[in-house]
């Protein structure tokens, strides 16, 4: 693989649940730690724009035709404005993953989705489409979901990219950017 590869990491703003919209940022790295932009755009807070919104910020960037992965994380944005990673792939010609730290617990969302929404089931959907695998790391197993690349190469990058802990230093950065942002100071961990 060549080095120096680049990636964009992508995370959403905390927010509260009465917002109507969230800041969502990404982070253009070059594998491990170069930072080399910082995008931004807004998502509705529990809103259905996340993937809509994530193709107009991915596909007007100078950066895209160097950008080897899209890595979100979480599946998705300001509560549960889900990302259907199918979709993105086919409109921005990416290979995209998902990571989370824990592995999701499906049945609360399940529940959280059916209290709250009347097209919960829809978005269930999303959230469940595709294999959910176990990916090890020098700290801690993390949780994926991808398209666009086989399993070796998406391994291969997260331990390139990882610099210290679980996560892609891409994520970490995209957190830290993005809740600095939103509350003065950036805290708590992507």
Partial sequence: ????????????????????????VGVVMRVPSYIEAVLKTEVEVDGIDASEKLTEMINSSRYKEQLKLVMLDGVALGGFNVVDIKELYE??????????????????????????FDDWQKRLDVIRKGELIVVETQHKPIYVKFIGMDLEELKTI???????????????VAHLIASGVAMGESYGRA
């Fill in 158 to 172: 997260i331990e390139l990219s990882t610099v210290r802990g679980a996560l892609p230093e891409a994520i970490r």
């Fill in 1 to 24: 693989m060549k080095s120096q590869i680049r990636v964009l990491g992508i995370d959403d703003s905390p927010f509260r649940f009465d917002d109507k919209k969230t800041w969502v």
């Fill in 91 to 116: 409109k921005i010609k990416l290979p995209i993953v998902t990571i989370t730290r824990e592995e999701p617990n499906f049945a609360a969302m399940e529940s959280a989705l059916k209290e709250h």
